[in-house]
């Protein structure tokens, strides 16, 4: 907790009778879906990652752009060899170099091999601006398949899936994978140079003197182990933060988007929110500020004993030469072996340290995008024969992830082409969750939903959707234009002459004409060039453009509730003209507005508690009478 929120929103209360907000609740990335994979993870199983890591970027970045992988490749060799061929005549150079003679003479002999320096160090920088490019043409690509790849998976869940433990959080845990994607071709590539530089100098250093490479690995090996175990450290940090960082992140989103603005100010709520952010915010810091002293020691550590090792290198280096066992010449190469050999070493550890920090958030997008693909509809492929005629629902249970009493429960009912059928009901009786069952966006847990006599479960879900025009009670107000509003991406042939039949049916006509480019305008003032509609006109638009899709089934949900007696009336109007064409289905706590229905469906707890016409119904002295009796006594 900040040292300046609290006061903020303790002076706030004084005087109020209201008392200081207590913090956000705790928050864990958990559930039984979740997974932390390094749980069971043993030093040796982290390390063997990388080259699974390694493997699976180089099968996706062939299959993005294989000129640019075999560029990368050749690249790489062309490194690895100018650092051998560097080291050989370094040494060839150095025998010149501190042989007998003039100086002039000797230098005079070691020009050749300056000159084959001087060109291999060339090739190596050419090599690596190449690689560069390589890399600047695969990672966006790449970047954008993965986020991509992410973006279908969650659009292709099944709906209830997405009120499963955990699926926010697990999706959000994704997300970082999807950002570590930019970085893996980088990664990849200077790892896999680190390894090539690092082998050819090692062969060079071995064969000046076998007893420098093993000392030379001792001191690198520790910061190696520091490296992995401080991305460790840093990846449990990150999982413990998921949770709040995904509540922080919505968060922001509602309390800085202009929608909410009025609400927002006309309630005070700009304190308690600036608390509550800042709040989790801090909580998410503290994690990560208290890790610091274990990541300090981990680092001392390792750098600690490294340096031991580093020390024995030069001193053994040091002892060969005052010994006698190599000449001044070789130990000149030695020196720059040595030195080549530790850079390179410090590159795969700094590397592959980064690989293995990437593949734990690549684990995070694997795990989720194998649930969301486990928990993708799993329907036939069959297409739904001939126009809807008839939808049946036999004995239909369904119950919420996490919730213990069934939303539907045990409903049977049959709706057909050229019927309204009206479903209404008090807050949580099942109105909604019914729909969503007769459209085949839920699927069953028990019984049977079948279209034209074909159980939902066996046929196409894009097919079923096609014939399907749904405008929800939370429906989106999407930053497209009027006319993508309206076909959301699925143009007709006809062009925009449906699309103003549909408009005008809704009685939007005017507002759109005045807009300023007509269908072209842009709806969203936040945006700019953007214009905003109102929430009347926008839940119009959402009307039109169930009306433009010219379904088979319609359902639509509280579809005035923000309308003008005007516009209510026009869409009432126009429900009853289109409902000869197709199964309709309204679900309404305006009572009055069932009198368009064919046959009215009153829910209770899940289930049929009567049915009937307007006329039986409200003089039935059941429940429908009762609520409306409470709708017109007020």
């Known amino acids: 907790m900040s040292a300046t929120s609290r006061p903020e929103a303790t002076s706030r209360a004084v005087g109020t009778g209201r008392v200081p907000p207590p913090p956000p609740a705790e928050l864990r990335y958990g559930g039984k879906f979740s997974k932390n994979p390094l749980e069971e993870a043993a030093f040796a199983a982290m390390v063997r990652r990388l080259p699974a890591v390694l493997s699976r970027t ?17 690249c790489q060799l062309a490194v690895g060899v100018g650092a051998a061929v560097q080291l050989t005549a370094t040494a060839h150079a150095m025998r010149s170099v501190f042989g007998a003679g003039p100086v002039p003479d000797r230098l005079h002999q070691a020009l050749p091999a300056l000159l084959v320096i001087a060109v291999a160090a060339m090739t190596g920088r050419a090599a690596t601006a190449l690689s560069s490019y390589a890399d600047g043409r695969i990672t966006p690509l790449l970047t954008t398949e993965a986020d991509s790849t992410l973006v279908e998976a969650v659009c292709r869940i099944e709906a209830a899936a997405r009120a499963e433990d955990g699926c926010a959080d697990r999706q959000e845990a994704a997300e970082m994978g999807v950002v570590r994607s930019h970085f893996m071709i980088q990664d990849a590539t200077r790892l896999t140079a680190a390894v090539i530089r690092m082998v050819t100098a ?46 922080r992140q919505n968060l922001r989103g509602w309390a800085t988007s202009a929608k909410f603005t009025d609400e927002i100010r006309a309630n005070t709520m700009t304190g308690y929110l600036n608390f509550w952010y800042r709040s989790i ?19 001392l550590c390792s ?28 130990a000149g190469t030695a020196v720059v072996a040595v030195q080549t050999t530790l850079a390179a070493l410090s590159q795969l550890v700094t590397n592959g340290a980064a690989m293995f920090h990437t593949s734990l958030y690549l684990a995070d997008m694997d795990s989720f995008l194998d649930y969301a693909a486990e928990r993708a509809p799993k329907r036939g492929e069959s297409a739904v024969a001939g126009p809807l005629a008839e939808i049946r629902v036999e004995e239909a249970v369904y119950r919420y992830p996490g919730k213990e009493r069934p939303a539907v429960d045990g409903v049977s009912l049959t709706v057909r082409r050229g019927e309204i059928l009206a479903l209404v009901g008090e807050n949580g009786s099942g109105k909604s969750t019914l729909s969503r069952l007769l459209a085949g966006i839920f ?32 429906f989106a107000q999407w930053p497209l234009s009027v006319r993508d509003n309206v076909t959301l991406g699925q143009p007709r042939e006809e062009g925009d002459g449906l699309v103003w039949e549909a408009v005008d049916a809704v009685g939007l006509t005017g507002a759109v004409e005045e807009l300023p480019a007509g269908l072209d305008t842009l709806l969203a003032r936040e945006l700019w060039g953007g214009s ?45 003209a289109l409902a ?11 009572l009055v507005n069932t009198k368009i229905a064919d046959r009215i469906l009153v829910m209770e707890h899940g289930r049929i508690a009567e049915q009937g016409t307007y006329d039986q119904l409200a003089a039935g002295g059941g429940l429908f009478a009762e609520l409306l009796a409470l709708s017109t006594n007020r």
Request: aromatic share 6%; proline share 4%.
């Open 532 to 576: 905003e509609l109102s929430g009347g006109q926008w839940q119009r638009l959402a009307c039109a453009r169930a009306l433009y899709r010219k379904a088979g089934l319609l359902i639509l949900d509280e579809p005035t509730s923000e309308m003008d007696a005007r516009g209510e009336h026009t869409i009432l109007r126009k429900i009853r």
């Open 303 to 330: 750098s600690a004993i490294g340096g031991v090792f580093l020390v024995a290198t030069w001193a053994a280096l040091a002892w060969l030469v005052s010994t006698g066992r190599i000449e001044p010449a070789i």
């Open 202 to 247: 090692s062969g060079v250093l071995t064969v000046l003197h076998p007893l420098l490479l093993p000392l030379l690995l001792l001191a690198v090996v520790p910061a190696g182990v520091g490296a992995v175990l401080h991305a460790r450290v840093t990846y449990e940090t990150h999982y413990a933060n998921v949770g709040d960082r995904n509540v």
């Open 58 to 74: 180089a099968r996706m970045a062939w299959a993005i752009d294989r000129r640019a992988v075999l560029l990368l490749a050749g």
């Open 443 to 474: 699927l069953a847990d028990k019984g049977k939903v079948r279209w034209n006599g074909r159980d939902v479960t066996g046929l196409d879900p894009d097919s079923l959707w096609n014939l399907s025009g749904l405008v929800p009670q939370s």
């Open 281 to 299: 915010s801090e909580r998410i810091d503290a994690r990560t500020l208290a890790v610091a002293p274990r990541m300090l020691r981990i680092v």
């Open 580 to 590: 000869g064409d197709c199964v309709t289905v309204v679900v309404t706590h305006q």
